[in-house]
């Protein structure tokens, strides 16, 4: 039995996240918090180890990384403000989200991207099987794309707030340029 | 199809719009709707020192105070069925949840919670009488109040059917039936049940997430709210019913009673849908 056939297969129903909601594109993200904006441009950040400190000192929290993906909005020639690109670890769960920035650094509105979950055990679990049978709602409408809703306690959503308040800080330095 | 999510009141708020609006009309109605969430985590936020509970929680006995219509509705429902349920439900435990590091503290030196009495009364016209040194949370009947305001919105704006859900208190309106899956207590990274929700709201309550322990006691941010001790059994209760404030009230007076026949839940139209126990439950009880 040639067990090197199987691998890749094992290796990507393991790499499959059990859960995963995407939400926005980084494009859609940028024209619903920037309606008016004719441009984006990309302006990455790289971190100095001055303002990684400055970054620590303004929100409390370490500044974890040195390289920022960083979008400037623009009407016209004229800078209206910035939407910063990050992702935190929830308790089981790895969340992308999106922040606008207004050009003094204020936060305008912050977007979940995408969620998934960060474990592969729910694969095996009938409920999460079961829903993908009969996705098809009476109506004939696929609801949540096959995906469904969550109830349970609350998520505790203390990594996305400290992302925000970091990325608050790192706005600081921006609008500073 | 619009699904959309943004992080508010300590969780993950999801919109989805199935039915009834396209692109830029289904865009707006979503951004109202978000823009009601926000507006009760600002009114009722224990942690923003601004919120209609923050200034209820610093006021003095006595006081009386004008708060936000919506607060007014929300404490007069939490008043309503904290009566129905013999204060197993009951938003003045935060004492307790401050005690055990759930909460941060408003203040030095702060009330201790007194079972078997209300520390407000709602008067007319948006007044608020503080009648005991209290602190109150509202933390899941305002999310259940905030899915509410959400649903209303997006119906409002003329959406046919969607669904809002703030971190497992959800409603679902319109003809379409959304797949729900329900957390397992003894492991929530796996699901016990799935279910079916239509033109309903649900909620799902388990201290699965806040459990913890403070001075070698367990602790949860579940208590009863009839003598304010943690509700710490491996188990979780789902109840359904038309308004998703109520929904969340209730799913904690089915955990303080285990009472899944509980005459609060008939009160306000509302029954269990679930309760899971873990196989360890026994032991834990």
């Given at each position: 039995m040639?067990?090197?056939?199987?691998?890749?297969v094992l290796a990507a129903a393991s790499a499959a996240p059990a859960f995963a909601v995407q939400y926005l594109s980084v494009e859609q993200a940028q024209k619903l918090m920037f309606p008016d904006a004719t441009a984006f441009r990309e302006q990455n950040l790289a971190l100095s180890s001055s303002q990684m400190r400055e970054v620590e000192k303004l929100s409390g929290l370490p500044a974890r990384s040195v390289a920022w993906r960083v979008f400037g909005a623009y009407r016209g020639d004229t800078a209206i403000g910035f939407v910063v690109l990050d992702d935190?670890?929830?308790k089981f769960e790895l969340i992308s989200y999106a922040v606008g920035l207004n050009t003094d650094a204020s936060i305008r509105q912050v977007e979940i991207l995408a969620y998934r979950?960060?474990?592969?055990?729910?694969?095996?679990?009938?409920?999460?099987?079961?829903q993908f049978v009969g996705k098809r709602a009476p109506a004939g409408l696929s609801i949540?794309?096959?995906?469904?809703?969550?109830?349970?306690a609350t998520l505790s959503c203390t990594h996305l707030t400290d992302g925000v308040r970091r990325i608050a800080a790192i706005g600081q330095l921006l609008v500073k340029k | 199809m619009r699904r959309r999510?943004?992080?508010?009141?300590?969780?993950?708020?999801?919109?989805?719009?199935?039915?009834?609006?396209?692109?830029?009309?289904a865009d707006a109605a979503i951004a109202t709707a978000f823009e009601r969430v926000a507006l009760v985590h600002r009114l009722m936020s224990f942690h923003e020192t601004g919120s209609d509970v923050s200034r209820f929680n610093r006021a003095q006995a006595g006081e009386v105070l004008a708060v936000h219509p919506l607060t007014w509705q929300v404490l007069k429902l939490a008043s309503e069925i904290a009566e129905a349920s013999e204060r197993a439900f009951n938003v003045a435990c935060a004492p307790n949840l401050v005690a055990w590091r759930l909460l941060p503290a408003p203040a030095v030196g702060g009330p201790t919670f007194v079972p078997g009495v209300a520390v407000y009364s709602c008067e007319e016209d948006g007044q608020v009488r503080k009648l005991a040194p209290a602190w109150i949370d509202l933390g899941g009947i305002a999310k259940g109040f905030a899915v509410d305001c959400a649903v209303e919105a997006l119906q409002a704006a003329g959406a046919l059917a969607g669904c809002v859900n703030a971190g497992g208190d959800l409603r679902a309106f319109g003809p379409l039936a959304f797949p729900v899956l329900v957390r397992a207590p003894h492991d929530p990274r796996r699901f016990s049940e799935s279910l079916q929700l239509r033109d309903r709201a649900m909620a799902t309550s388990a201290g699965y997430f806040s459990r913890g322990s403070v001075a070698g006691r367990t602790v949860s941010a579940l208590v009863d709210g009839r003598d304010g001790a943690a509700i710490v059994d491996t188990v979780s209760a789902t109840v359904s019913a038309t308004r998703c404030a109520v929904a969340d009230a209730l799913t904690k007076v089915v955990l303080a009673t285990r009472d899944p026949g509980h005459p609060a839940l008939a009160a306000f139209g509302a029954d269990v849908m679930l309760r899971c126990h873990s196989p360890q439950s026994h032991n834990d009880a």
């Open positions: 040639n067990v090197l056939r199987y691998l890749p935190v670890i929830g979950e960060s474990h592969g055990g729910e694969i095996r679990n009938p409920a999460w099987r079961r949540g794309e096959g995906i469904a809703n969550i109830s349970g | 999510a943004q992080p508010w009141l300590g969780t993950l708020v999801e919109v989805t719009l199935a039915q009834g609006l396209a692109d830029a009309d």
